[in-house]
């Protein structure tokens, strides 16, 4: 495997670089075919509402209400399906039983808070989240850099949080090895390889003479788990509060 200089759990030394913008973010770019494919697969095969294949895909609600618009969910109903009144009710029920799940897990989050503050980098992840984190869903912790110690810290802690396997899915541009990459994010992230996905960037033909500001290209760390969405939810509200109390008392 290669080692590259890469932030490794062992204490070596990772790589230069700075935070990159949100619009190298692997979710802020086009999506290829098989993942519109994919959607509409979930769509027809699993019955999944559009919030369930954005939260399964990570990506955000509009895009896939677009590509899937056209395929309706059979929903059992009328004289062959339960009578309307009794399957609203029963809906009413399950939105506030998950209502109460993710109430109790922001409270959770907003109790813990003050303690996790005191580990040494919990904050800056927070912080991190804050500016760089996926936040159009409610259901997914995700976040994407092109530098290996940023990545690097949000996987240690999304590690330690999510209930769920954590993803990792990154993209690259047309004069980039992807199985080089692969290899380097797995060395570097201590996984298997094969728990990386790939993508090659929509834009990547039109970028001559560049410089390798993305010299590992982008890669994104995922954690498809509600109630650590909501906890986190209550870390950055926590966090907001304090930056508001120091600017009012001139900190």
Request: glycine residues 10%.
């Amino acid at each position: 495997m290669p080692s590259c200089g890469f932030l490794r759990a062992d204490g070596g030394r990772g790589l230069g670089g700075s935070v990159r913008s949100n619009c190298e973010h692997l979710f802020a770019l086009a999506h290829p075919p098989y993942i519109r494919e994919k959607a509409r697969e979930l769509r027809v095969k699993k019955k999944l509402t559009i919030d369930e294949i954005a939260a399964h895909l990570a990506l955000s609600r509009t895009t896939i209400y677009y590509w899937v618009r056209d395929i309706p969910i059979p929903r059992p109903g009328g004289a062959n399906g339960w009578p309307g009144g009794a399957r609203g009710k029963g809906n009413r029920a399950m939105q506030r039983k998950y209502r109460l799940i993710r109430e109790r897990a922001y409270r959770q989050g907003h109790d813990e808070y003050a303690a996790l503050a005191s580990l040494p980098t919990f904050r800056d992840f927070v912080c991190m989240y804050v500016g760089e984190g996926y936040k159009r869903s409610r259901n997914t912790v995700a976040l994407g850099n092109s530098d290996p110690r940023v990545v690097r810290l949000a996987d240690r802690w999304m590690r330690q949080f999510s209930r769920n396997p954590v993803t990792y899915a990154f993209q690259y541009h047309a004069d980039q090895n992807p199985d080089y990459l692969k290899g380097f994010w797995a060395f570097g992230l201590g996984v298997d390889p094969s728990l990386i996905r790939y993508q090659r960037k929509s834009n990547s033909g039109q970028l001559s003479g560049r410089t390798w500001r993305s010299k590992y290209g982008v890669l994104t760390v995922n954690a498809h788990d509600t109630c650590f969405r909501m906890r986190l939810q209550a870390w950055m509200d926590r966090l907001y509060d304090e930056w508001v109390d120091s600017s009012l008392h001139g900190a």
